[in-house]
Nanobody, 126 residues
Framework: QVQLVESGGGLVQAGGSLRLSCVVS????????MGWFRQAPGKEREFVAG????????RYEDFAKGRFTISKDNVKNTVYLEMNRLKPEDTAVYYC???????????????????WGQGTQVTVSS
């Protein structure tokens, strides 16, 4: 089973930057790609960005375009999310998970189980 460990969150002022990391270990269900999702209090978890392990294809949600950059290091099995010009509405817990080759659909294993890390809290103050 895959293990996912997110880090890099914190408290930052509006306009600031953060770089999140997601270390992937163990057996993955798919080798397609990885995605970042976020969940704000009282809201549904939403897609942020995805990247393919091979080729480095990327996909972004509209709110992330131009501000966030997803990247990967295949040697370190790590996926990053560089977030710039942060806004208070970016405040959420950020999670990484496996995604299919459309870079947005979450991979689910046996029993319809999706692997998520513990998440990393991002708080943007105004």
């Amino acid at each position: 089973q895959v293990q996912l460990v997110e880090s890099g969150g914190g408290l930052v002022q509006a306009g600031g930057s953060l770089r999140l990391s997601c270390v992937v270990s163990g057996r993955t269900f798919s080798n397609d790609g990885m995605g970042w999702f976020r969940q704000a209090p009282g809201k549904e978890r939403e897609f942020v960005a995805g990247i393919s392990w091979s080729g480095g294809w990327t996909r972004y949600e509209d709110f992330a375009k131009g501000r966030f950059t997803i990247s990967k290091d295949n040697v370190k099995n790590t996926v990053y999310l560089e977030m710039n010009r942060l806004k208070p509405e970016d405040t959420a817990v950020y999670y990484c998970t496996e995604v299919h080759d459309d870079l947005i659909t979450v991979v689910r294993g046996p029993g319809n189980f999706a692997s998520w890390g513990q998440g990393t809290q991002v708080t943007v103050s105004s």
